[in-house]
């Protein structure tokens, strides 16, 4: 019998209640949601994005039927600081015909460029040349083979950088384009920022998305927008307010994100590849609001995570990140009269983007986190008392860490802690209760990314059923991001992931349907419910139950699992063997002085043994002794 409470007292659900978090994982910024189909557009890839590139990556040096050099070069005729290098093109024999020259193709990202028959494609590009009476571009769209599907001349003029730019439309589809751009004529021509982008991105905006990525996170009706970032915001050196801000593996700075994607540094991506920082913070406020979206940013707190044994920054250094995390309130909100509330309206976007939080920090949890935390914390108080602040609590938000953090929040004043965790769906289903005894008083929880490890439907279903305990804690949890969101089927780092692409389509999965369904009928208020089971519901279960230890070289004793009425199943006092107990995971169990004793290093190890029983509802608990000294 389930009992309904129509009229009941739940919690409130807020519209943010669940949401999309974008990271630029699995090369899902450049190469993925981010238009441009021009793979290394500035020639600025280097080995120390990846040792596989080079600057002339994603492209092939053409000569037909002409003569001629082309080089990447860095010298002071560059575009300007932030953006090192060009193309150097010397041309020394023309050629005969449309198409003929001495210059360069791209390849684009995956198989190559997608380009459908009759749309249209922007291409711009910044140019120079020597020559007095100027020079010819060919520009061409075709095929591997280089079968031309649109060509279009540009005249260079000049010998100062200018932007040129030009519409082709090619006559017929492939998902294997490739842009050529070749100088007609005899001269030297330097090129750089070689762009390409279908006329129709995402809602039509300018420097945009990707139509068809996008429209499927729209779909998703997402409350809130949380980015950048997921481990690429807390990693790299601090050093760019030392050494230049071009210099590679440095921590992510949303400064360095807006203004004329020309004079975007460069950047190495925590996840192996290159960030042009082409979808850059003004990208990522535009999206919250084409979406209807919250903006969630998340910026560092001059502690490094995710595995980034970087040093910390001096006090300088860490005042600066202050500054800076101050500056983008005023970006987001100001108005003409603030200095960066005036640059968002010089740079087209006069009304404020409504930022109403900000996260400190992600996964941090190292012995100066609290400290450069709290200043944060203080800063943005005190300047923006209108602001919700959203703290961390370290990786994976269990073990002993996550409870020192939690009683760390629990100090500061924070309005939301963001919780963290991938799990088997096995977790999922058996921790629906985990916010059911979260204090009321204290902090929320945004859990800005979490999930059951796996793409099959029955993951998608633990994650349905745990959201149903999200949904119930309404009070408690006010926000909740299934992560990560995309992910390029050609360069994945993490899986699994909410949506798939290549360079031509997108495949969706279980766990993308269960967030669009949840994200989509979200409800106003939790109705309270109740259920009494007669005895013919008990189900009866049998096989494995584990026991997830968190801390190196744990020890249990006195295991007991009773059922949710209280009935005893069984209990293990480890006095004989082990032998129904199995380690899973890495590492090793063993018995030893009576107790189940874990010899892993790795954290995150689990026990299991076969059991069997009537379990009400599947519902038990696990209660286990850890030994002193572990
Ligand atoms: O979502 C993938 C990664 O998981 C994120 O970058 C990080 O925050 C977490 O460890």
Redesign the pocket.
């Known amino acids: 019998t389930i009992t309904i409470d129509a009229a009941g007292s739940g919690p409130s659900i807020d519209p943010t209640m669940y949401g999309a978090f974008f ?1 630029d ?1 699995n090369q899902g910024a450049d190469g993925g949601i981010y238009a441009e189909l021009v793979q290394n557009r500035s020639f600025e890839f280097n080995s120390a994005d990846n040792r596989a590139f080079t600057p002339m990556t994603a492209w092939e040096t053409l000569r037909r039927g002409s003569d001629g050099t082309v080089a990447v070069v860095n010298d002071g005729n560059r575009l300007n600081e932030n953006n090192r290098n060009y193309l150097q093109i010397d041309a020394t024999a023309a050629g005969a015909g449309s198409g003929a020259g001495v210059g360069v193709r791209n390849s684009g990202w995956n198989a190559g460029q997608k380009l459908e028959a009759k749309k249209k494609y922007n291409y711009s590009v910044w140019a120079r040349t020597s020559n007095p009476a100027g020079s010819t571009l060919a520009v061409t769209l075709e095929t591997p083979e280089g079968a031309r599907l649109a060509l279009a001349t540009i005249k260079v003029k000049g010998d100062r950088w200018a932007k040129y730019g030009v519409t082709l439309s090619p006559k017929s589809s492939t998902g294997a384009g490739r842009l050529a751009t070749v100088v007609q004529g005899t001269g030297t021509v330097r090129l750089d920022m070689v762009s390409l982008f279908p006329e129709d991105t995402w809602n039509g905006r300018e420097n945009g998305l990707r139509k068809d990525l996008a429209e499927k996170i729209d779909d998703l009706n997402p409350g809130f927008l949380r980015f950048p ?4 915001v807390n990693t790299g050196s601090y050093d760019s307010y030392t050494a230049p801000n071009y210099t590679r593996a440095r921590t992510y700075q949303w400064k360095d994100t807006i203004g004329p994607v020309e004079q975007r540094p460069a950047n190495r991506n925590f996840w192996g590849y290159n960030q042009t920082y082409g979808l850059g913070y003004m990208e990522y406020f535009q999206w919250a609001e084409d979406m209807g979206a919250v903006p969630v940013p998340v910026v560092p707190v001059g502690v490094t995570g ?1 595995g980034d044994s970087n040093r910390a920054p001096d006090q300088a250094t860490l005042d600066r990140y202050i500054q800076d995390t101050l500056d983008l309130i005023e970006f987001a909100n100001g108005d003409a009269g603030t200095e960066w509330g005036a640059k968002r309206i010089a740079y087209g976007h006069p009304a404020p983007y409504k930022l109403d939080r900000i996260s400190l920090g ?2 941090e949890y190292k012995p100066e986190f609290k400290a450069y935390f709290t200043q944060f914390y203080n800063a943005v108080r005190k300047a923006h008392p209108e602001i919700k602040i959203i703290g961390n609590t370290g ?1 994976f938000s269990q073990g002993p860490e996550f409870e020192d953090l939690s009683a760390f929040n629990a100090t500061t004043g924070v309005d939301l802690v963001d919780e ?1 965790y ?1 799990n088997e769906p096995s977790w999922f289903l058996n921790n629906n209760h985990r916010y059911d005894s979260y204090s009321r008083d204290s902090y929320k929880v945004f859990l800005g ?1 979490y999930a059951s490890k796996g793409n099959k439907p029955e993951n998608a279903l633990a994650e349905a059923s745990y959201m149903t305990g999200l949904e119930r804690n309404a009070d408690v949890v006010k926000m909740a991001s299934y ?2 969101l995309i992910a390029n089927e050609a360069n994945t780092q ?1 899986s699994p992931d909410m949506l798939f692409f290549n360079g031509t389509s997108v495949r969706t999965t279980p766990n993308y349907e269960v967030q669009k369904l949840f994200m989509n009928n979200v409800g106003t208020k939790v109705v309270p419910s109740t259920q009494d089971n007669p005895a013919s519901t008990v189900v009866p279960i049998s096989g494995k139950i584990g026991l997830s230890t968190w801390a190196t070289s744990a020890r249990y004793d006195n295991v007991k699992v009773t059922g949710a009425d209280g009935t005893a199943l069984f209990s293990d006092d480890f006095s004989g063997t082990a032998a129904a107990w199995t380690g899973n995971g890495t590492g090793s169990w063993s018995v030893q002085d009576g107790a189940y004793v874990q010899s892993s290093t790795t954290a995150q190890n689990t026990m299991v043994t076969a059991g069997s029983g009537d379990w009400n509802n599947y519902t038990f608990s696990t209660k286990a002794t850890k030994l002193a000294g572990s």
């Open positions: 990271e994982i970032g997921g481990c690429i995710c992600n996964e990786p963290h991938y990314e992560a990560p993490w």
